[in-house]
């Protein structure tokens, strides 16, 4: 997997793209199929090497579309207000619930799981339905090789990204990457 925050550019360039997706439900969406392996680790006391629900397609379709709901609703306006200092209710606002809260919840964890699929020698897509991985997907064939690509390519657009948007002068930079 990239390290979760090298998933934010996917979710940036969409809001970029398409002002009206919404960069709060991306951001979470593209980091929650990742509590999976947070759960691991609190549970068994190591990182995993394998991959379950929240990378599989159902898994992500349903409760990693629930739990980037109710994080973005619920959780993100406090805590973006809080750490970053941004006035609650414009949090509060860009973080309402709606359908399309919804659809950008979706497509955000199931953008998350493509990307892992592309480099992760194991991501059950099919979880739990078949167990196995479709390794056929890993750019290059070879896991390391493409790990060490998307990782590159994602860390340098994410530079680029805090870049551009610290030469800009208006909204305030946090509002800018974590708001839109």
Not at 20 to 46: E, K, N
Not at 111 to 131: A, E, Q
Not at 132 to 155: D, I, K, R, T
Request: hydrophobic share 50%.
């Amino acid at each position: 997997m990239p390290l979760t925050p090298f998933h934010y550019p996917i979710a940036y360039l969409l809001n970029r793209w398409k002002q009206q997706l919404g960069l709060p439900a991306l951001i979470v969406s593209s980091f929650t199929p990742d509590l999976d392996s947070l759960l691991y680790v609190i549970t068994f006391g190591r990182i995993p090497m394998e991959r379950t629900v929240l990378h599989s397609l159902l898994g992500v379709a349903t409760l990693g579309t629930f739990l980037s709901v109710m994080l973005t609703v619920f959780l993100y306006p406090s805590l973006v207000s809080f750490l970053f200092r941004l006035e609650k209710e414009g949090v509060r606002e860009k973080c309402r619930f709606s359908v399309m809260l919804v659809v950008l919840c979706l497509l955000g964890g199931v953008l998350h799981v493509f990307v892992d699929s592309l480099h992760h020698p194991y991501n059950p897509l099919l979880y739990p339905f078949i167990n196995e991985s479709f390794n056929e997907l890993v750019l290059f064939n070879n896991p390391l090789y493409a790990s060490l690509v998307v990782q590159s390519v994602l860390l340098t657009l994410l530079i680029f990204i805090f870049l551009w948007e610290t030469g800009k002068k208006d909204k305030g930079f946090w509002n800018r990457v974590l708001l839109g």
